[in-house]
């Protein structure tokens, strides 16, 4: 995956139910396509009190992974969802930038 997603980044979500939100990567799975990100996504599961592990019963929201089709990585530039583009630096670097305003969207460079 070339263009991947990587944790920490910063995501916005462009379809489903959670069209239009933002969070942070927790983690990805290359082999499912899938990304966790942070604050979406919730399901709800129920889970069964386990008091010998002091498990409280009920419903625990959680996060769920989404398909990676259905995230963008969000540029702080254009305050938009980007689609990525990939540049060589001047040092053969390869470097994740915004095709929207051609802002660098890889973290420290
Ligand atoms: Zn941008």
Same mark, same amino acid.
């Given at each position: 995956m070339a263009l991947g997603?990587? +944790?920490n980044d910063? #995501?916005? *979500?462009?379809?489903?139910?959670d069209k239009g939100k933002r969070?942070?990567?927790?983690?990805?799975?290359? +082999?499912?396509?899938? #990304?966790? *990100?942070?604050n979406c996504n919730f399901v709800k599961k129920h889970t069964r009190?386990?008091?010998?592990?002091?498990?409280k019963g009920g419903i625990l929201e959680k996060e769920s992974?989404?398909?990676l089709c259905k995230v963008r990585l969000?540029?702080?530039?254009?305050?938009?969802?980007?689609?990525v583009a990939v540049r060589l630096t001047e040092e053969g670097k390869r470097q994740r930038v915004c095709k929207n305003c051609g802002a660098s969207l890889t973290k420290g460079a």
């Open positions: 997603i990587r +944790k910063v #995501v916005t *979500v462009i379809s489903g139910r969070g942070r990567v927790l983690t990805v799975d290359p +082999k499912k396509g899938t #990304v966790l *990100v942070e009190p386990i008091p010998q592990k002091n498990i992974p989404l398909q969000f540029c702080g530039d254009c305050q938009k969802p980007s689609s």
